[in-house]
């Protein structure tokens, strides 16, 4: 077990009452980057404090903006950035900050990034965000761990992406904003987030339409400014908290929840026997004692997320039945089965596909996060595990989550933060 900090859970507890949703992390690390194609100020609400947000911050400011983070409100002056490059000691922290690539190749014609990280749970290769640079007039050069893009101009153009990425959208969205002419982006990807992006960036001034369709196009602009926006409630931290309350037979009303960003989920959730009721500014979940298996496959949206198939699968754990869970976007995203079979889980892994056999309870364990929703998972696990869970490595759930641990003892959890020192509330 590592000596970094932990949660404490002890399980059985029926969570019960109201929790709000945050901003959403995939939003605000597409969104923050954005700010970059502005000469003027932009202004963002509901930002999530979440340490991937801190570390977005600081790649802004690296660059040479200037950046204000008031309660839950951001603002970037982007209108003084001299520097075109991101260092290694920022990149290898966060997968997202390849995205400053899009903008400031946009607004500069020039870009030198070093390759990104984040969690470990597959492969995901910049090809499709390069190509499509080099497609929009941009010279790219590779070498030495670090992505290069020149441009004496960029001009509109067709691309079609092999695979709806939705890291490539958004960078092709933003490198195109001001390119001459007009740009297609087909199979594009279709999340909620890419929409968000849409939204933010024409009210820079920017002419984009289709964000929501694997159609996009952008009518490039000579310049963008500022702007102010709100950012959309994280789905996948709303779909984390709906499982919880489930598999804990719980009561809670989700304050954010948008529905339509949650359909698959949703679906698969009441397949199961999972009473989930629309409100006006959220759901309602209504946990019964037991549920059964489901069959899911992870798809791009509107398919089921692959970012909440581990809380399902703690989920089934406990379910009645056998359900097959086919994993088609991560190859590595079953590093969490390891983790619940140590709490008793009945679960097999054959490549992409895990058979999940429920069974009647888990037990407590000394369990470690992977990554970001692994950790999640094995939080939710807890919850509802017999006795004491204790999960180490939750630096990767601040990366994803705000407040988790406050926001589940809203709800009537027992759940604490230790560093080995002494517990924190």
Request: glycine share 10%; aromatic share 4%; hydrophobic share 45%.
């Amino acid at each position: 077990m590592s000596n970094l900090e932990k949660y404490v859970i002890i399980g059985g507890n029926k969570l019960s009452g109201t929790v709000r949703i945050s901003g959403g992390k995939n939003s605000v690390l597409t969104i923050l980057p954005a700010c970059l194609l502005s000469k003027g100020v932009c202004t963002i609400h509901d930002v999530p404090r979440l340490s991937d947000v801190y570390v977005m911050k600081e790649v802004l400011e690296c660059l040479g903006a200037n950046v204000v983070f008031t309660g839950s409100t951001m603002v970037v002056d982007a209108s003084m950035i001299n520097v075109i490059e991101v260092p290694d000691t920022l990149t290898r922290r966060m997968r997202a900050s390849n995205l400053v690539m899009g903008p400031l190749l946009s607004r500069f014609k020039e870009v030198k990034i070093a390759y990104p990280g984040g969690c470990s749970i597959g492969s995901r290769p910049m090809d499709q965000h390069l190509n499509g640079m080099e497609l929009l007039g941009a010279q790219v050069i590779e070498r030495h761990g670090y992505i290069e893009a020149k441009a004496v101009k960029l001009a509109g153009e067709e691309i079609c992406l092999d695979f709806p990425s939705v890291g490539a959208t958004e960078n092709l969205m933003m490198a195109a904003s001001m390119a001459d002419g007009v740009t297609v982006i087909r199979n594009a990807a279709r999340e909620p987030e890419i929409v968000d992006l849409q939204n933010f960036i024409n009210s820079m001034g920017a002419r984009i339409r289709g964000a929501g369709t694997d159609v996009i196009k952008i009518e490039g602009v000579r310049e963008l400014g500022s702007a102010e926006h709100t950012i959309i409630p994280d789905r996948i931290e709303a779909a984390t908290f709906i499982i919880m309350a489930a598999i804990t037979q719980g009561d809670v009303s989700v304050e954010g929840a948008i529905p339509e960003h949650l359909e698959a989920v949703i679906a698969k959730l009441r397949a199961a026997g999972v009473k989930i009721v629309d409100l006006k500014e959220g759901v309602r979940v209504s946990g019964q004692k037991r549920y059964k298996c489901v069959d899911i496959k992870t798809m791009p949206f509107p398919g089921f997320p692959t970012d909440v198939q581990p809380q399902l699968m703690a989920m089934m754990a406990l379910s009645e039945g056998t359900g097959i869970i086919t994993e088609t976007v991560f190859e590595n995203r079953y590093k969490h089965v390891d983790e619940f079979r140590r709490m008793g889980a009945n679960i097999r892994v054959e490549g992409r596909i895990a058979v999940v056999k429920g069974v009647k309870s888990l037990s407590g364990a000394y369990i470690e996060a992977s990554d970001l929703r692994a950790g999640a998972a094995l939080v939710t696990a807890g919850l509802a595990a017999e006795g004491a869970t204790v999960v180490g490595d939750v630096e990767h759930i601040d990366r994803g989550y705000e407040r988790m641990e406050q926001k589940l003892r809203s709800l009537g959890a027992q759940i604490f933060r230790t560093n080995g020192s002494g517990v924190r509330k």
